[in-house]
């Protein structure tokens, strides 16, 4: 025969509820029949099948069974095989004495360990259950006289076994008997991070906001469950900051909601920054958590001009009683409209919590070495849950605790997970069976030997309920649980401490390793940033991001976040690549001095300033000093560098580099290959002066031989140079003078 009893994580868990939502065949509830009861005549119409996939869930009318008072039992029968089950029994038991420890009730919970349930209850006949089905019994009525318990609180163990042909799968779970536990008390305190939803842009977008502060919204939801309760609230301040980075663009259900948050009364405490994650910051080596540095990038002037007030005091003149006339006044001049002024960080992150110096990893991934971290980040407090610490106590641990020089709030892991499921849960019954279990857990804390008195840390998760109306009914059902005694955040730090300490739960190696990776390129985009004229326009904006890419929300999505975090390092690779050398051709150089062009190109949309600096390998060309200039945002510019040619021709190769103002490096060299032929431009000036020497001696000897000619014949009219030109003489107008006398 196989048993099987289902781990915590398979069972349905005690309800505690106002009423039962019935689940069985029939419509009422049955006595409770002690006889022994025959096992049916199983079907062979199956064999054993896989018991994991076989489950029982045991429901309870009550979160508590009183003294003389009732509650109803129903179990249900899961097939999730693709095989029928056989005709079956069901049978239930109890134990009569109560579970003493924690250490008892997690091994009976997970059907470990020396609790027993030897006090039989019942056995039902169960039908055969086709594959996929589910079988529940009729509701059968308990009370503390049938149970054979004593008049003392505490909670007691019950299981349900249903056995089918070779197949036995069980539950256990417990019963809350409080016949009188007003001496019972343990303070409890709750704390809840107020986070949206994880993202990657370090800012929540207006679209962002109107969603999540509407009237279903996530943001919503927290607040409406969790406002003027004894709840201390943990917020992010990226959701404030963002609302009010906006201005007036703000949309109205974010400021609606801003404003009900800031009226609350629950104590109130900041998280990090978008709720980035302390512990693998740590971790990955930094030496101080991050925090922002600039949200002036994402600030729209516009945004913040205040809207002109008309003047209250004015009163419209009355025509019929016109005012007497008074010499007009010279106006004086209109103003120009004044220069929004934008909220600096400060302002924009500003909330008047009730206390400061806390920080919240996330459950079970706090090591020793990180406590000095965060209290060199001005974190005093490090909230960390009951599974991330170890004590030589032999009792629940209360809130309060120190580890080492360190002060730490212990929440307690299992009460903690049993309250976020009730908080989270999709039905009222899932509800109930979270709050039963939350209210074992309760019970066998308060009755704990020895234990001082203590006040317990509950913290509910990164998570967010289908509606406010069921967190606060989880909170309301806690706080009226009969070993309960609400108490507050503040109250709980100010008990006596406890020492413990931390067992290192570090996060994984390719978690820290992007987180180095993301840290890494933060520096190489710091040197950037120094090409323009205000740097925390984009380091701003890095930090933000970083720090939303560390939200503990991202932690159950590995496979989401590591795809946000691969998409923000391409886009940090594209803006540092944006400003480079373009590719240059080779160049002649002809003269002894000259400006060599190179081009440079800005694909970022801001301008930036570079220094081109310009070297060359051979003494053959001299650089003079590095050029600055400004190029504008998408754009390519031509810078030009002065060079003069030494020490003959030849060919060059001349390196360019850009840098920052601050000098900082800018992307990779690029090598261009200078052709120097200086001698060329003295040749052709030689060349030239040859020429024009030439066309004067040659204009020279034309102008002798013609003066000669002109003395040889000074009055032959036809008489021509030795070049056969005609050269004219005074002789040609006294022989036009003979023609005419003629």
Do not use: C
């Amino acid at each position: 025969m196989t048993k099987n009893r289902l781990p915590k994580t398979l069972r349905v868990l005690v309800a505690t509820a106002v009423g039962l939502v019935s689940l069985g065949v029939g419509s009422g509830a049955a006595a409770i029949d002690s006889s022994p009861v025959a096992n049916p005549v199983t079907d062979p119409i199956s064999a054993a099948v896989a018991v994991d996939e076989v489950t029982v869930e045991i429901r309870q009318s009550s979160g508590f069974l009183p003294a003389g008072g009732s509650m109803n039992l129903t179990v249900t029968i899961d097939n999730a095989t693709t095989s029928a089950l056989p005709v079956g029994t069901l049978t239930l038991e109890t134990g009569t004495e109560p579970i003493e420890s924690r250490t008892e009730l997690t091994e009976w919970l997970s059907g470990t360990g020396k609790v027993s349930s030897d006090r039989p209850l019942t056995s039902v006949p169960v039908p055969a259950i086709e594959p996929g089905g589910s079988h529940t019994i009729i509701p059968v009525t308990i009370t503390a006289d049938l149970l054979g318990l004593p008049a003392e609180a505490g909670a007691f163990p019950i299981d349900a076994s249903y056995t089918s042909a070779d197949t036995v799968v069980g539950a256990n779970e417990t019963v809350v008997h409080t016949p009188d536990a007003t001496n019972r008390t343990l303070g409890v305190a709750v704390a809840a991070p107020i986070t949206a939803p994880a993202g990657a842009t370090g800012l929540l977008t207006a679209d962002a906001l109107s969603l999540y502060t509407s009237a279903t919204g996530v943001l919503t939801r927290q607040l409406d469950g969790l406002i003027d309760r004894p709840v201390a609230l943990g917020i992010d301040p990226m959701i404030i900051a963002s609302i009010r980075a906006l201005g007036t663009a703000a949309p109205a259900s974010a400021v609606s909601w801003l404003d009900r948050l800031t009226r609350a009364t629950n104590e109130t405490f900041p998280l990090q920054y978008a709720d980035a994650d302390a512990s693998v910051q740590a971790q990955a080596g930094l030496t101080v958590l991050m925090n922002p540095t600039s949200l002036l990038y994402s600030l729209n002037p516009e945004n913040f001009i205040e809207a002109e007030v008309p003047d209250a005091t004015t009163e419209p003149a009355d025509p019929a009683d016109p005012a007497p006339t008074e010499p007009a006044e010279t106006p004086s001049p209109t103003p120009d409209p004044a220069v929004p002024t934008l909220p600096t960080l400060a302002e924009l992150t500003d909330f008047p919590y009730s206390t400061t110096g806390i920080v919240w990893p996330d459950d079970g991934t706090v090591r020793g070495a990180d406590l000095p971290v965060f209290s060199a980040s001005g974190e005093t407090t490090t909230v960390v849950s009951s599974s991330n610490v170890t004590t030589e106590e032999g009792y629940t641990l209360g809130a309060a605790g120190t580890a080492g020089d360190a002060s730490v709030l212990v929440s307690d892991a299992a009460a903690s997970e049993a309250l976020r499921s009730a908080s989270t849960a999709v039905n009222v019954d899932d509800q109930q069976d979270a709050l039963a279990d939350l209210a074992g857990q309760l019970m066998v804390i308060s009755s704990e030997e020895d234990a001082p008195q203590r006040t317990l840390l509950l913290t509910l998760g990164r998570e967010w309920p289908p509606t406010g109306s069921r967190l606060s009914d989880a909170i309301t059902t806690l706080m009226s649980m009969p070993p309960v005694s609400g108490s507050v955040l503040s109250t709980a730090a100010e008990r006596e401490p406890t020492p413990v300490a931390v067992v290192d739960a570090p996060q994984t190696p390719e978690r820290i390793a992007l987180v180095q990776r993301l840290n890494g390129r933060e520096a190489d985009l710091a040197a950037f940033s120094t090409m323009l004229d205000d740097p925390a326009l984009l380091t701003g904006r890095e930090r933000a991001e970083i720090l939303a890419l560390l939200a503990v929300s991202w932690r159950p999505d590995n496979d989401g976040w590591t795809s946000a975090v691969t998409a923000h390092d391409t886009a940090t690779t594209i803006t540092l690549e944006s400003v480079s050398i373009a590719a240059t051709s080779p160049i002649l150089m002809v003269s002894n001095q000259s400006s060599l062009p190179f081009s440079v190109r800005n694909e970022y949309d801001l301008p930036v300033t570079v220094v081109l600096q310009a070297s060359s390998s051979s003494l053959k060309l001299s650089v003079d000093s590095s050029v600055t200039q400004k190029i504008a945002a998408n754009a390519r510019e031509s810078v030009r560098v002065p060079v003069e040619a030494r020490l003959g021709n030849g060919e060059v190769t001349v390196r360019l580099q850009l840098y920052s103002p601050q000098s900082a490096l800018i992307g990779e060299s690029v090598f261009v290959p200078v052709t120097v032929r200086a001698d060329w431009e003295g040749i052709g000036a030689a060349v030239l002066a040859a020429l024009v020497g030439l066309l004067f001696i040659g204009g020279l000897i034309r102008t002798v031989r013609k003066r000669r000619a002109e003395r040889r014949n000074p009055t032959d009219p036809d008489a021509a140079d030795a070049t056969g030109a005609v050269i004219e003489t005074d002789a040609a107008p006294a022989a036009g003078v003979e023609a005419h006398d003629r």
